[in-house]
């Protein structure tokens, strides 16, 4: 039966009738093929049995009769369509954050500097080294006149000399004070005892006068002469203060000159020491890079540069870290030291030192690399370019850059579940790698995340895992 006209008959109450009635009439007709001798009033007229078989044959045709299969159930039904509607996607993994390499600009500089400036003034008589010497500590670079300067030392010493022989005398002074001192006490002592005797004449006198034995113009003379002894003895402790005093002072006095006597040969010493900067000496071993000595010039102490000397025995590599890179930069860090323009190229080096600060202006941190140059080719004030091995803190995961959306509430993630339903997450960013974003925080490290998330992708949207899936996701399985 066609097409056109097998779904006419269909839309008949026929169709149902033919449906229900089918197998019965074509067991009957079964029956009566198989037995051609039965009556006639119990066959079936041929046409109904034609009947019957074209409806059997088109019920079967169209899967009506099929007694041997069941019809699917409504939760199979759900999931066929649920399946042909899931979106397919690819996924990528979170890879750990490893260690980063940037190349930043450096600039050598010598392990020591100094610019040499005359101390003392005067004229300068001889220069002795000229500019790239190499010179040794100690060595005599220039010399300088300074006839001020010596006639300044030599009254110095004549006051020195002064200063010296007034202590001298200070001290003869004070050993004469002392000797007077010993003598105004012993004449105290001889008045005391003179005072003391006449006192002892003035008792006896009276009890004498009390008797009558002396006339009372007797006993007036002894007690004028107890008097006047008495006056004799406190004018001898006068003295005797007076000449302590004295004693006193006079040590004074030799402290005095002797500490100026001590200031002056200072004085001497300070002049003799700046006499020998009369002489410019190398601070240490290096180069002379520059000369600016003449013989005749006139130096001004403090004032006039005439040489400046490098050490380029080592070489200092500073490096202006940018603020991103500055909290991973630590002592320790690897790194590679490369000059374009020198045969130098790819020196391993490891950071010495950091300034453990931001300079607010340019936003940098200074970090220094120690080399040696024990070979000619490190040029202080080169240009050169070192390459840091910048390590990423722990717990850090990097994920594609196309694997983030960016959304109203900040940027998301997509992640498949074991179900294969999407889930939001919303992440941390960090520093973007180019191809790659390092994730602060968000993400455990072990999620599939969708690659190129669309909008239509939210909390609970089944998908479907497609085949084109990452290195690192081929990784995980």
Not at 24 to 34: E, F, G, K, P, T
Not at 78 to 92: F, L, Q, R, Y
Not at 106 to 134: C, E, I, N
Not at 248 to 274: D, F, G, M, P
């Amino acid at each position: 039966m066609h097409r056109p006209a097998l779904d006419a008959f269909k839309k008949t109450g026929e169709f149902e009738l033919a449906r229900v009635q089918a197998p019965a009439i074509a067991a009957r007709s079964h029956v009566d093929l198989m037995n051609p001798k039965a009556p006639p009033g119990k066959r079936l007229p041929k046409t109904a049995v034609a009947v019957a078989s074209a409806i059997v044959a088109a019920a079967t045709a169209i899967g009506i009769y099929q007694p041997w299969k069941s019809l699917p159930s409504e939760e199979a039904v759900a999931a066929s369509e649920a399946g042909s509607a899931a979106k397919t996607v690819n996924v990528d993994r979170p890879a750990p954050a490893a260690a980063t390499s940037v190349v930043l600009p450096a600039t050598f500089r010598p392990w020591q500097t100094t610019t040499l400036h005359a101390r003392v003034s005067g004229y300068l008589k001889a220069w002795h080294q000229d500019l790239g010497a190499v010179v040794n500590a100690g060595e005599v670079l220039a010399e300088i006149e300074t006839p001020e300067l010596d006639q300044e030392l030599a009254e110095g010493e004549s006051l020195v000399r002064e200063a010296a022989a007034a202590a001298v005398q200070a001290k003869a002074e004070r050993v004469e004070a002392e000797a007077d001192l010993k003598v105004a006490e012993a004449q105290l002592r001889r008045i005391q005892a003179d005072a003391e005797l006449v006192k002892s004449q003035l008792v006896r006198r009276e009890k004498l006068l009390t008797t009558r034995a002396i006339a009372q113009e007797e006993y007036d003379t002894f007690l004028k002469q107890t008097e006047a002894r008495t006056a004799d003895v406190a004018a001898a402790k006068a003295d005797v203060a007076r000449r302590r005093a004295n004693l006193a002072t006079r040590a004074a006095i030799i402290e005095v000159r002797e500490a100026t006597a001590k200031s002056r040969r200072a004085n001497v010493a300070r002049l003799q020491e700046l006499q020998t900067f009369k002489r410019i000496v190398a601070p240490f071993g290096g180069v002379v890079m520059r000369r600016t000595a003449e013989v005749g010039m006139l130096v001004t102490a403090g004032q006039d540069s005439l040489f400046v000397i490098e050490d380029a025995s080592r070489v200092r590599v500073q490096i202006n870290v940018p603020q991103t890179y500055s909290m991973q930069t630590k002592p320790g860090v690897a790194a590679v030291i490369s000059v374009p323009e020198a045969a130098l190229q790819d020196l391993p080096a490891t950071i010495t030192r950091i300034a453990e600060s931001v300079d607010a202006a340019s936003r940098t941190m200074l970090a220094e690399i120690e080399v040696e140059n024990a070979s000619p080719g490190l040029q202080p004030g080169s240009y050169a370019q070192v390459t840091l091995s910048m390590p990423q803190a722990g717990g850090q995961w990097t994920i594609p850059t196309n694997a983030v959306a960016m959304r109203v509430e900040g940027p998301h993630v997509a992640v498949v579940d074991e179900r294969n339903r999407i889930e939001l997450k919303r992440v941390s960013l960090g520093r973007d790698l180019g191809a790659r974003v390092i994730v602060l925080d968000g993400i455990r490290g072990d999620e599939r995340l969708v690659v190129n998330p669309g909008d239509d992708l939210v909390d609970g949207v089944s998908v479907r895992i497609g085949p084109r899936n990452s290195p690192h996701e081929i990784a995980r399985r």
